[in-house]
């Protein structure tokens, strides 16, 4: 299901250098497009949305979700690509680990890094086995037991999907009658089924993003 596009305009530089493969097509993507266009390099866009912004940059179109690295691997066959790339999407974070490993790809995203990113049971696990102070939580994929198991979190507490991004499916709970109605919504924006229940903590939420060049932090 591939749809052509993304024209050369007259003066830009001709674009044989390769083909590049760009998990999404988003607005947050679309300087990925912009810049390989620059650099001379045809793009293969992976997204199931039709009517994404970097779409009309994109020399083609696979009509798949950027999760089923499966399809993305099928419609390409043994094409030729110079790499894959994934750019501000954690939910496309594994299929770059695996179509990168399948491509050859200079840069393999780590799978180790993926599952940490994009699932939140893989992360409590990591952190606790580093010994960061973390909240209570407790996961379960079946809704009633981990209905069940509030008790030991407590309330208020906040009920999501373990392997969803932009805190879709995510409800702050305050009493435990809202708790079920609070799963079954989180239960609509999992892939893997799994659910999460965590300790709510008042306060400030910090973030630390670092660069890393071969292995330090830059």
Not at 22 to 50: C, F, H, K, M
Not at 162 to 172: E, I
Request: no cysteine; aromatic share 8%.
């Amino acid at each position: 299901t591939a749809a052509k596009g993304g024209a050369e305009s007259e003066g830009e530089t001709p674009r044989d250098r390769g083909t590049v493969l760009i998990l999404g097509a988003s607005e947050d993507q679309l300087p990925v497009y912009v810049e390989a266009r620059r650099r001379g390099y045809r793009t293969v866009a992976v997204d199931w949305w039709t009517d994404r912004p970097a779409l009309r940059y994109a020399d083609e179109h696979l009509h798949i979700s950027t999760r089923d690295h499966a399809a993305v691997a099928a419609a390409l066959g043994d094409r030729d690509l110079v790499t894959v790339i994934a750019a501000a999407s954690d939910v496309s974070l594994e299929s770059w680990h695996e179509l990168g490993t399948r491509y050859r790809a200079p840069y393999r995203y780590p799978l180790s890094a993926a599952l940490a990113s994009v699932d939140k049971v893989v992360f409590h696990a990591i952190s606790e086995a580093a010994g960061v102070a973390t909240y209570r939580w407790r996961q379960h994929t079946d809704p009633e037991a981990l209905a069940a198991l509030a008790p030991e979190i407590g309330f208020p507490l906040v009920a999501k999907p373990a392997d969803s991004s932009g805190s879709k499916g995510v409800t702050l709970v305050e009493r435990p009658e809202d708790l079920p109605a609070a799963l079954e919504y989180a239960r609509e924006y999992t892939m893997t089924g799994k659910l999460v229940i965590e300790e709510f903590l008042a306060g400030r939420n910090l973030t630390v993003d670092v660069f890393m060049r071969e292995g330090e932090p830059a």
